[in-house]
């Protein structure tokens, strides 16, 4: 337990209001933690699987209405609705905090408070934060257990520290009529009811690694991105750090566990982080990285041995599955699977399934939380206090149309242009129509605690501060051929790009220089073992300009709503309709 007379005070302020019926102070021990996953499979919230096959893993079915993160639920309330800016919702803290008081008041009656202290990062790293979150969810304790290092040992960091954030989730009855997922920046504070889902429910996660913490990061200096960070060692053994922004289900963890294609052998990825990276800069004035999470909440579907094999072993053991479908032998399976299709099983609701049903059998947002000290190819720095050194960063999303496979930026504030004006086709991962193409800046327009301008000045600023800067690229796996076909084969492949992209770092590649920024010469990737014609390689580095000045428009559209525009990036957005007129 703490002495720390803040969570102390907190946290009796938080029992006062909940009124539970008892109350449990999460230590992390694996008694108390296996005595928990015993008292879920007994309440039947959580169903074990074949313990041969899938030791330690548990299977989680969440409400048909909560699935996914709902963005028109989650609210930055700022001071101001400036502060939080035109890219959130907001309201007034006094109002919210008197509409969500009503909602907390006596919703643990009957029920129990768990207390978890947690660490996002390494302990007694200069990056790390300590967050307490109290909630009345057995699978909210198991997920944390997993995503952070909790229990006593965040009890000492903030012995150290001195301050948290307060995180503070009740499953309530998960109405989402009365869902609300709120930020409170000013105070620190995160509150979430009405929800049982991932994202919404793990505070540490999106609420606190990625909203709280960009907040936190433009006033201390720092950043905290939606980032995958990544280690690429070559046949010689060097090893140089990449963090890559997609949007959500837009292939992070892939990419964070690529395996190279054997054409490339002697090449190796060492995975970092999967999700989340928080960025400082170095004494040597070069940008470091770590991942402040300790495991993977990955989406389920279309993980295999082929598209990626390391997450799959990853998950092989004390993992818990969430809205996947079960087999008669107790064990998991979703679309995309190794196994075949099986002839039946349970679908994610539970509800008998057989292979000619025209439903999916897993969600298509269903998901596993596995250790991230169980993937066999973590990086031996992911412990690191220090963190990695970011050579490069990776902006890209899902463009069937408009992005070629890779370019790189003129320089930094080029560079935040692009991240600014990223572009992607929507996934299941957030409540809502899929497959529109929405703007989505750095991957982080459902995730920046303040005003997105703000928070684009704070890239540039960040620019100014980094004398050694990460050079800045795009990249599309998604590009599509006229008839619907990715054109580029994607995943392990994806290798062949980043390699292309270190060579530009450290001035080894060519490359020729377009009206967007620097694309790659064809020879100078490596295709052999690659069967791609001749015209899909053109349409793959195509710069349409018809296309492009398209873009211009609808970037001048979401320029126009942003208030607090860096005239930087207007400066930057003319200089790209004048290269494309030329
Ligand atoms: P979040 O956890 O929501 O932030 O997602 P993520 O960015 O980690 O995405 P993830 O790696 O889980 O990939 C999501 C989906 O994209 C999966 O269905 C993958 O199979 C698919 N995907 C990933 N990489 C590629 C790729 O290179 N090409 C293609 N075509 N699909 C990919
Ligand atoms: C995402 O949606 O980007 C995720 C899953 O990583 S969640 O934790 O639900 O946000
Ligand atoms: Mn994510």
Not at 236 to 247: E, L, Q, T
Not at 550 to 576: C, H, M, N, S, T
């Amino acid at each position: 337990m703490t002495d720390n007379k803040k969570a102390l005070a907190w946290i009796e302020e938080m029992k006062a209001m909940l009124n539970p019926d008892k109350v449990v102070w999460i230590d992390g021990s694996d008694e108390q933690i296996n005595a928990l996953k015993k008292q879920g499979i007994e309440e039947g919230t959580m169903i074990p699987l074949d313990q041969e096959k899938l030791p330690g893993c548990l299977l989680h079915r969440t409400a048909a209405n909560d699935v996914a993160r709902v963005e028109d639920r989650t609210f930055i309330c700022a001071k101001t609705k400036e502060e939080a800016g035109p890219t959130n919702n907001w309201m007034d803290p006094k109002e919210m905090y008197a509409k969500l008081t009503k909602l907390f008041t006596n919703s643990m009656k009957g029920r129990t408070m768990y207390i978890i202290p947690f660490i996002m990062g390494p302990a007694k790293s200069p990056f790390s934060k300590v967050g307490i979150e109290i909630t009345d969810s057995i699978y909210v304790v198991l997920n944390m257990n997993i995503m952070t290092r909790m229990g006593n040992i965040a009890w000492e960091e903030l012995s150290e520290k001195g301050d948290f954030t307060k995180c503070l989730h009740c499953t309530a009855d998960v109405n989402p009529e009365e869902r609300y997922i709120v930020q409170f920046p000013e105070d620190n504070t995160i509150w979430s009811i009405n929800s049982a889902y991932g994202g919404n429910v793990l505070l540490g996660k999106k609420c606190f690694a990625l909203r709280i913490a960009s907040f936190l990061g433009k006033n201390e200096g720092w950043m905290a991105e939606h980032m995958l960070i990544l280690g690429l060692q070559n046949p010689k053994g060097d090893i140089k750090y990449v963090s890559a922004a997609f949007p959500s289900a837009c292939g992070k963890t892939n990419l964070a566990m690529l395996i190279p294609p054997k054409e490339l052998e002697g090449y190796k990825v060492w995975t970092v982080g999967d999700d989340i990276a928080w960025l400082r800069v170095g004494p040597d004035g070069r940008l470091w990285a770590i991942n402040p999470e300790a495991g993977f909440f990955g989406v389920a579907p279309g993980t295999s041995s082929k598209t990626n094999k390391n997450a799959l072993l990853t998950t092989m053991s004390n993992t818990i599955f969430t809205n996947v479908a079960l087999r008669d032998d107790n064990t998991v399976w979703w679309e995309g699977h190794d196994d075949e299709t099986p002839a039946h099983c349970l679908d994610w609701q539970g509800r008998e399934w057989t292979s000619d049903s025209a439903e999916k059998a897993a969600h298509p947002n269903s998901r596993f939380t596995a250790p991230a000290k169980q993937c066999p190819c973590i990086s031996s720095e992911f412990e690191n206090p220090a963190g990695v050194p970011i050579s490069a960063i990776i902006f890209g999303g899902r463009r069937a149309k408009t992005a070629p496979l890779v370019y790189q930026s003129f320089d930094w504030n080029h560079g935040v242009f692009i991240g600014s004006t990223m572009a992607s086709e929507t996934t299941a991962a957030a409540a809502g129509a899929v497959g529109v193409v929405r703007r989505d800046p750095m991957a982080m327009k459902p995730f920046i605690g303040y005003n997105v301008g703000d928070y684009f000045a704070h890239w540039i600023e960040m620019g100014k501060k980094i004398s050694n800067p990460p050079k800045i690229f795009n990249t599309n796996w998604f590009r599509k051929s006229d008839d619907g076909k990715f054109l580029w084969p994607g995943f392990g492949d994806n290798m062949r790009v980043l390699l292309w992209i270190l060579d530009r770092c450290e001035g080894k590649a060519d490359a020729v220089e377009s009206p967007i920024g620097y694309l790659p010469k064809r020879e100078d990737l490596i295709t052999d073992g690659l069967d791609i014609s001749d015209a899909d390689w053109e349409e793959l580095l195509k710069v349409d300009k018809e296309v492009w000045l398209d873009e211009v428009r609808q970037i001048k559209e979401l320029y126009a709503g942003f208030d607090r525009l860096p005239a930087e990036l207007a400066e930057q957005l003319k200089a790209l309709e004048a290269r494309l007129n030329k």
